[in-house]
C-alpha cells in the first residue's frame, strides 16, 4: 500500500500553475564542454565508435528487457518538441577533483544508469553508476565511462551493442563503444512521492519528473530500492 505526501505534491502542483511553460524544450546546440555539463536534465545521443549503420540514435529506457537502448528511428528533436520522458535523463553531480563523477537518473522511471562489474552486452543491476566523460584526445569525442569497477585494470565504458542495446565494455575508446552527445532540456521539475509499507512499517521516497504544467504520474515503485 501507498501514500503520497499531499502537502508537498499540492505546492508543487501551485508552482506548475503558475509558471510558464518554455516553446523550446531541448537545446538545438550540443553541450560543448565537460565543464559546461552541469546539474540538470539532457537529451543523450550515442554513436557506435565503428561508423556502423543503425546504430545511431538517442538513448532511451524501457521497461522490457534489454531496458537501456539507443533509438536509431530518433535523430533530432524539433525546436518545439517536447520529448517523452523516457528519453530524458537527469544528471547529478557528486564529489571532489579527481573523485567526481556524476549519475544519471531516467525522468520516466527513475531507473539509473546500472552499474557492471564485468564486461556485459546488456546494462543490468541495481547499483548506479558513477559516471564521467572521457575525450579522446585527436577527435575529439565523449565516451562514458563508470569508476565503480575496474576490469583488468580498466574502466568500464559505455558500448552499443547488437540490437542498439546498450552495455559496458573495458578500455577507451573501442569499436563499440559509444560516442555521447549532451543535450540540455528545459521546463522539467522532480516530484518526490512518499511510500509507507504499513504491515512491515517500512517507508521510502522515490522521485518522477515532469515538465511543468502536466499532470504527474506517480513513479511506479522500484522494491529494490527499499
Known amino acids: 500500500m501507498r501514500t503520497t505526501t499531499k502537502l508537498l505534491c499540492a505546492a508543487v502542483l501551485a508552482m506548475a500553475g503558475t509558471s510558464q511553460v518554455t516553446a523550446q524544450y531541448v537545446s538545438t546546440s550540443q ?3 565537460v565543464s559546461e555539463l552541469t546539474d540538470g536534465y539532457y537529451v543523450i545521443k550515442g554513436e557506435k565508435n565503428d561508423g556502423s549503420d543503425g546504430n545511431t540514435g538517442f538513448i532511451y529506457y524501457q521497461t522490457t528487457s534489454p531496458n537501456y537502448k539507443v533509438d536509431a528511428n530518433k535523430q533530432s528533436y524539433a525546436e518545439d518538441e517536447k520529448p517523452d520522458l523516457s ?10 577533483g579527481e573523485n567526481r563523477t556524476f549519475t544519471l537518473r531516467n525522468a520516466e522511471s527513475g531507473r539509473y544508469f546500472a552499474a557492471s562489474n564485468s564486461n556485459t552486452q546488456t546494462m543490468a543491476g541495481s547499483e548506479a553508476a558513477n559516471l564521467r566523460v572521457d ?15 575496474q576490469v583488468d585494470g580498466q574502466y568500464l ?23 555521447v552527445t549532451f543535450y540540455k532540456v528545459d521546463g522539467l521539475v522532480d516530484v518526490p512521492y512518499k511510500y509507507n509499507v504499513t504491515n512491515v512499517g517500512i517507508s521510502f521516497e522515490q522521485t ?5 504544467g502536466d499532470a504527474y504520474a506517480a513513479p511506479a515503485v522500484n522494491f529494490y530500492t527499499i
Open 208 to 212: 518522477a519528473s515532469a515538465f511543468v
Open 135 to 149: 575525450v579522446q584526445e585527436e577527435s575529439q569525442k565523449w565516451f562514458l565511462g563508470a569508476t565503480n569497477y
Open 87 to 96: 528519453y530524458v535523463w537527469k544528471l547529478t553531480w557528486s564529489g571532489e
Open 157 to 179: 565504458y559505455v558500448t552499443i551493442n547488437s540490437g542498439q542495446k546498450l552495455g559496458w565494455w573495458s578500455g577507451f575508446a573501442n569499436a563499440a563503444d559509444a560516442i
Open 31 to 33: 553541450v560543448a564542454d
